[in-house]
C-alpha cells in the first residue's frame, strides 16, 4: 500500500501511529497538543484513541 499525500484524517481512526508524520500532525490538531505530550500520552496507555484521550482528561 502506497502512502495518500492527500490524505486528511488517520488510516485508522481509532489508533494513533506516530510512525506517519502526517498521523502526528493531524492527531496534535485534533487533540490540541504538543507532539512531545502525544508522544507521552501513547508511551503511558498506548495507541489507542479513546485510552490517549482519558489521559489526556485526568
Same mark, same amino acid.
Not at 6 to 23: A, F, H, V, Y
Given at each position: 500500500? $502506497?502512502? &495518500?499525500?492527500? %490524505?486528511?484524517g #488517520? *488510516?485508522? #481512526?481509532?489508533?494513533? &501511529?506516530l510512525n506517519? $508524520?502526517? *498521523?502526528?500532525?493531524?492527531?496534535?490538531?485534533?487533540?490540541?497538543? $504538543? *507532539?512531545?505530550?502525544l %508522544?507521552e500520552?501513547?508511551?503511558?496507555?498506548?495507541?489507542?484513541?479513546?485510552?490517549?484521550?482519558?489521559?489526556?482528561?485526568?
Amino acid at each position: 500500500m $502506497s502512502d &495518500n499525500l492527500k %490524505r486528511k484524517g #488517520p *488510516e485508522d #481512526p481509532k489508533k494513533i &501511529n506516530l510512525n506517519q $508524520s502526517w *498521523e502526528i500532525t493531524y492527531w496534535t490538531g485534533a487533540l490540541s497538543i $504538543s *507532539e512531545a505530550k502525544l %508522544r507521552e500520552a501513547v508511551a503511558a496507555v498506548g495507541v489507542m484513541v479513546v485510552d490517549v484521550r482519558a489521559w489526556l482528561n485526568n
